[in-house]
């Protein structure tokens, strides 16, 4: 199972930015993928999340981000929208829980390599 992500760079802040996370090895159509994050000295935390029609945010990024897959490219993206210097980090798409406590990195048995985002202000 492989999941690469790509779409990230360098953002003025307001501006826009979409990440893919492309999953390849099998599908995730009816489980959860996720998105964390992790900024430097900080720990990985869950942006967002999608299952089906079902999704999760953060408080930070509620309005202003909006998590979807497509099914048939075994695709999820995250559009985010209004960016702010602090939304700067290394963003991961996760798949494949194996606890109930999806909010939890380390519930998560698949990872992709990661894509920076930076927004500068």
């Known amino acids: 199972v492989q999941l690469v992500e790509s779409g990230g760079g360098l953002v003025q802040a307001g501006g826009s930015l979409r990440l893919s996370c492309a999953a390849s090895g099998r599908t995730f159509r009816t489980d959860i993928v996720a998105w964390f994050r992790q900024a430097p000295g900080k720990e990985r935390e869950l942006v967002a999340s999608?299952?089906?029609?079902?999704?999760y945010y953060t408080d930070s990024v509620k309005g202003r981000f909006t998590v979807s897959g497509d099914n048939y490219k075994d695709t999820t993206y995250l559009q985010m929208n209004s960016l702010k210097p602090e939304d700067t980090a290394i963003y991961y798409c996760?798949?494949?829980?194996?606890?109930?406590?999806?909010?939890?990195?380390?519930?998560?048995?698949?990872w992709g390599q990661g894509t920076l985002v930076t927004v500068s202000s």
């Open positions: 996760a798949a494949g829980v194996m606890d109930v406590d999806f909010t939890a990195s380390r519930s998560y048995r698949y």
């Open positions: 999608v299952s089906g029609s079902n999704t």
